[in-house]
Antibody, heavy 120, light 110 residues
């Protein structure tokens, strides 16, 4: 069974870049069956899809975040990463990494999430 | 791309049934049968409960069922149990390899 674990700084200063990594275990990050995604939940709000990446490196982003977001994959480390540039307080959220399984068209494995606070 | 609309909260007594709606547009829910539902106990990883609008992953109780009509999808939980108390989110494919989520519904079991 796939397991995902987010890691990264819990505090980022305004205008700086938020960087998170998701480590995948229990399965292959190079599987053709999965996309690897980032989703966030701002305090008191719903979930927001940030973007997905395929093991080949193809990326797909939320149009509202596209200009500030980069998702990358390192298959040798079984990790994929998220970078959000020029952050503001509005980027304060719990960030989840998740697996999108193509056969189900759904996010079926999730990490527990990591809180990132944007504050000086 | 706007968030899907869900009621902020619903409640029910043990043994009762409740339904949570998820309203989108003709560009997402209305165009694709790719609606999924997630249960989230705060502090834990969200759990997939329904995919492709009405299918249940193995291991998910048959008390959970999903449906879709037009631009609105629904999640029904029958025989409510205390452990069902959680936040529930819907999601839909929105075309061009993008996805959209709902604002979430807090279920309280009275």
């Amino acid at each position: 069974q796939l397991q995902l674990q987010e890691s990264g700084p819990g505090l980022v200063k305004p205008s700086e870049t938020l960087s998170l990594t998701c480590t995948v275990s229990g399965g292959s990050i190079s599987s053709s069956s999965y996309y690897w995604g980032w989703i966030r939940q701002s305090p008191g709000k719903g979930l927001e899809w940030i973007g997905n990446i395929y093991y080949s490196g193809n990326t797909y982003y939320n149009p509202s975040l596209r200009s500030r977001v980069t998702i990358s994959v390192d298959t040798s480390k079984s990790q994929f990463s998220l970078r959000v540039s020029s952050v503001t307080a509005a980027d304060t959220a719990v960030y989840f990494c998740a697996t999108y399984t193509t056969s189900w068209a759904a996010f079926d494995y999730w990490g527990q999430g990591t809180l990132v606070t944007v504050s000086s | 791309q706007s968030a899907l609309t869900q009621p902020a909260s619903v409640s029910g007594s043990p043994g009762q049934s409740i339904t949570i709606s998820c309203t989108g547009t003709s560009s997402d829910v209305g165009s694709y049968n790719l609606v999924s539902w997630y249960q989230h106990h705060p502090g834990k990883a969200p759990k997939l409960m329904i995919y492709e609008a009405s299918k249940r992953p193995s291991g998910v109780s048959n008390r959970f069922s999903g449906s879709k009509s037009g631009n609105t999808a629904s999640l029904t939980i029958s025989g409510l149990q205390a452990e069902d108390e959680a936040d529930y989110f819907c999601s839909s494919y929105a075309g061009s390899s993008t996805w959209v989520f709902g604002g979430g519904t807090k279920l309280t079991v009275l």
